[in-house]
């Protein structure tokens, strides 16, 4: 199996409200929208984020596990410069996320969370390390 992630799956509960806050809202666009079914998005250069309505994904995938807490995983969007780190927070809180602020972290990068509708954990990171620039495409490469 090659070493590669190409799409990412996310159940969402309400289509239409994850969608303005991913088009309207972050300004991303859809490459594929089948309006009360799925949305996906070109993430990368071979991956796509596919926003799933839960009830789709439940019946493919199984019943999804529900209770109290934190979805256990994050998604990340590493940026070039520190402060696109607070420009991206700052519009992700008025596409309307729940923002948790940017600080400077033990290993030298800056990094805050946004989640969107459905509680999904966005890491907006500055990672001034090798691993850093691993993910991130040549300046004025696609984004």
Known sequence: MDQRISFITLAVRDLDTT?????????WVPELDVPGEVLMIKAGQHLVLSLWNVDEFEAEVGPIVRGPG????????????????????????QAGATVHP??????????????????????????????????????????
């Open 70 to 93: 934190v979805v256990p995983v994050t998604l990340a969007h590493n940026v070039h410069e520190r402060d696109e780190v607070d420009a991206v927070l700052s519009r992700a809180a």
């Open 102 to 143: 940017a600080e400077s972290r033990a290993w030298g990068g800056y990094t805050g969370y946004f989640a969107d509708p459905d509680g999904f954990r966005w890491e907006i990171a500055w990672n001034p390390g090798e691993i850093g620039s691993l993910v991130l495409p040549d300046v004025g490469g696609p984004r």
């Open 19 to 27: 969608r303005e806050f991913y088009c309207a809202g972050l300004g």
